[in-house]
């Protein structure tokens, strides 16, 4: 009986076998070698969903020429992708596509990480996106990856903290800083000590994240364009020492930590949803603001103006965008579906669920909230052709961010010799990047 | 006479296949990596570029002319001196706390020991929170008393105190609960000899508890120091190794040497030289302990 039985399992599992080398054979002879694709990407559920339309949409186009195209994503977090990608590179595994953050295009691209795709986009397709988005893509010329979003800056504010303060919101022009600028006096207005114990319990600024992303505008707005503040670099791109410690770059340093312990108007160290949470009256920040008020906050109030400046009005552009590595053995499907992925067809999803600032021209333009003039978004638009730049131009930009960190910490912590700590780190900035010397010949 | 000598070569040849898969383990996980590093740490490496050139003793020139390795040097040795020793005499004071048999000292033992099992990413953020000078909780206390706010994390003075006190506190339940096995192992007749012959607590305590649980003192003091040499996830999370660098301790500074300024092959060969600091270290305490007991 037992011996029967177990015949009778083997005979089960031998046609199973069979039967599933039958319909692998069969697929073969349908269409075209199933290929996986993986992309390293960053945490984040929102353009996970966006993602997931993506390549379902990716997989239909042209007659399901992709159909047999797999996508696979590798999720970190923010702090961990470049080193992810870094890990990756090092250890040859087989991604194919990762998405690089708009200033670090060029470091990827000096160490042959990412392919050159300029011959794979006509200069009609390139007109798809910002000029931003393209500068912020392209290394030596060269054009290395499509963005997947653009971002840009406003000052938002809590509308009531503005009518209670007496400040005119109808008023959208940025406010200048330094000691006897409108900016001082409004956030001063808007800062609210109850007790009289020199700690508000309302800042009229917000502080956030000390990265070159927001904090590195501010010597740069010190500077006339074209000046040496104004650059932050050298052209060569890896000088910092006379751009970064200009003379007007100091004294825009200097303020914003009087800013701090001085006028008290601004918080030392970083606080989370400062605004929404009632403890500032401004934030300075992406248009995701708005993403977090709809999804957290949404009976607050709020609005958003031109963001402050000292001489040069400025906000710094640039989000992620797609890199295929140069290790990549799947570059055709991996090509075409960064193409999908960024073009207005893909972009659109990671608009629907993301709501993040699209880098694509014609997509922006259709949508009602950024070409409606009393929606923010609109303002955000008009903002980012008029004064957003591309953060600067260096291979060596997370050397220089790292660096930059460490400067605005100590700057918030108070450190007293404010011109020494911009030389020093200037100094430390230039030789970090002396590794790349020549790479923009 | 003969089975059992050959039932001895059996049991040892089974003994050593059991001990195969986890000594492969070591050796493909641990030392092989560490053998790679060794030799790495003789060229000019980035992970991006790959390897640029061999470069000899280069590279360990190079760190002790530089005083960025030497100021991290001089960070992480005050972050020990603030974290082995609170963590160890902490350890003795909750074990032998928690030992009493009270009632509720099994809660208290759970509670100190939940930091233990938690994220210290999570913790980290958490106690940035609290100690923030602005808006935290810990400085709200103190201003109700009437006294001043402080920037724990904000100040060049405070700062490392601070992230060696909440490492204190993250880490301090599993030392605890190696003493607490320890005070169960001494044998309750010493005890009983010893207050027979009349001897005081505090001699009882020095002349029979310590020395009984020599070997666990040496175990925490030998993990807590490790500890303090790889401190990285509360630098990272908390303070970036800032103000002006007052907690850039070594491991910190050799992540951001490796991945943030792709100077790979100089990080690893900062990475050799910590790790021959820590064998004499190890080595040091082992044989104080050793020599004391």
Known sequence: MKRSLLCLLMIVLAVSLFAQGGSEAKSSTQGPKPVTIRVLKIDD??????????VAEFRTIENGKYAHVNVEFDVKPFAELFPAITRAV???????????????????????VIKDLSAHFSAEELKTWAPQSIVEGSYAGKFYGPPLVQSAQLLWYNVDMFEQAGIDTSNKDGWKLGPNGDALANFQKLTIDKDGDGTPEVFGANTDGPWDYFYGVVGRSAGEKGSNAYKLVADDGITFTGYFDAPEAIEAYQFQQDMVYKYKVKSAQEITNQMFAGLSATHFYQDMMIGTQKDLFPDFNMDAMEPTYWTTPICHTGSWHYGILESTKNFDEALAFVKFAASDAGAKYVWKYKNQFPANVNLYNTIDEF??????????????????????????YTEYN?????????????????AGLAKKYAAEMTKSAQQYKGWNK | ??????????????????????????????YLPIFWALRTSFYDYSLLAGFRGFIGLGNYVTIFQD???????????????????????????????????????????????????TSFVVVSIVWGMLLNKDVGMVNAILQNFGLPRIPFLMNTKTALPTVALISVWKNVGYSMIIIVA????????????????????????????????????????????????????????????????????????????????????????????????????????????KRDY
């Open chain 2, 182 to 289: 320890g005070l169960k192992g001494v044998d309750k007749s010493l005890y009983e000899s010893a207050y027979l012959d009349g001897a005081s607590s505090l001699r009882i305590y020095w002349s029979i508890t310590l020395p009984m649980i020599s070997r666990q003192l040496m175990f925490i003091t030998i993990w807590a120091t490790l500890q303090a040499f790889q401190s990285f996830v509360p630098i990272q999370t908390l303070t970036g190794g800032g103000p002006n660098k007052a907690t850039n301790v070594i491991v910190y500074h050799i992540y951001n040497i490796g991945f943030n300024f792709g100077r790979m092959g100089y990080a690893i060969s900062m990475s050799i030289v910590l790790l021959v600091i820590l064998l004499l270290v190890s080595i040091i305490q082992m044989k104080m302990f």
């Open chain 1, 402 to 418: 790292t660096l930059f960190t460490e400067f605005w910490r100590s700057l918030m912590a108070g450190e007293k010799d404010v």
């Open chain 2, 67 to 117: 005083s960025a390795f030497l100021q991290s040097m001089g960070v992480t040795l005050r972050y020990f001196l603030y974290y082995v020793p609170s963590v160890v005499i902490l350890a003795l004071i909750l074990g032998m706390f928690v030992s009493l048999p009270k009632p509720g000292v099994g809660f208290l033992r759970a509670i100190i020991f939940i930091p233990v099992v």
């Open chain 2, 1 to 30: 006479m003969k089975t059992r000598i050959q039932g001895n070569k059996a049991s040892k040849y089974l003994l050593i296949l059991f001990a195969v898969p986890a000594l492969l383990n070591f050796l493909v996980f641990r």
């Open chain 1, 371 to 396: 070409v409606d003039p009393e929606n923010p978004r609109h303002l955000l638009v008009q903002y980012f052709q008029k004064a957003g730049v591309p953060r600067i131009a260096t291979p060596a």
């Open chain 1, 90 to 112: 090092a250890t040859k595994s087989d991604v194919d596509i990762a998405m690089v953050d708009g200033p670090n295009v060029r470091h990827f691209a000096f160490n042959k």
């Open chain 1, 45 to 54: 559920p929102l353009e996970a969903m966006a993602f997931r339309d993506i």
